[in-house]
Nanobody, 119 residues
Framework: QVQLVESGGGLVQAGGSLRLSCAAS????????MNWFRQAPGKEREFVAA???????????NYADSVKGRFTISDDYTKNMVHLQMNSLKPEDTAVYYC?????????WGQGTQVTVSS
């Protein structure tokens, strides 16, 4: 059974930083793309960042324009963990952040972790 468990959310002031983590289990994820999405109240879920396993070494990562230069996605392949380092946070980054694992038509979601940025 695939499980994705996010952690690291919380309340932070604008300009601050948070590091989200996603622990993946239940299968071998080496052929999956790992993603972070977010959903703010009243808005649709949106893409934030993606990485292929091993991407920390190959720099194979993608970002939404709204977070480029502020967020960094990385993976720890040996621990099946994916991280999202979020710096220079803005109130508009407030959302529930979800980890997702993709391979072709397959997509698995975590339960989400709340990030709140106060102004």
């Amino acid at each position: 059974q695939v499980q994705l468990v996010e952690s690291g959310g919380g309340l932070v002031q604008a300009g601050g930083s948070l590091r989200l983590s996603c622990a993946a289990s239940g299968r071998t994820f080496s052929t999956y793309t790992m993603n972070w999405f977010r959903q703010a109240p009243g808005k649709e879920r949106e893409f934030v960042a993606a990485i292929r396993w091993g991407g920390s070494y190959t720099n194979y990562a993608n970002y939404a324009d709204s977070v480029k230069g502020r967020f960094t996605i990385s993976d720890d392949y040996t621990k099946n963990m994916v991280h999202l380092q979020m710096n220079s946070l803005k109130p508009e980054d407030t959302a529930v952040y979800y980890c997702a694992a993709d391979r072709g038509a397959e997509r698995y979601w975590g339960q989400g972790t709340q990030v709140t940025v106060s102004s």
